[in-house]
């Protein structure tokens, strides 16, 4: 896919529409930095695009 190998930064991506952007943004390939001010969600964000195969990493 086109965003495979890149690297895609999302900013309040723990709910919400940065969250859906992060996990559609994992669905696309891309290795997703994503970040938020609630663990939980942001825990459960990271997990959801896990499931799609992707790498990322959520940053408090």
């Not at 086109?2 to 943004?25: M, R």
Request: glycine residues 16%; hydrophobic residues 45%; contains cysteine.
């Amino acid at each position: 896919m086109i965003l495979q190998n890149k690297v895609a930064l999302v900013t309040g991506g723990t709910s919400g529409i940065g969250g859906a952007t992060a996990i559609v943004l994992g669905a696309a390939e891309a290795k997703v930095v994503f970040s938020g001010r609630r663990d939980a969600e942001g825990e459960k964000t990271a997990k959801l695009i896990c499931e799609t195969g992707a790498e990322c990493l959520y940053v408090h």
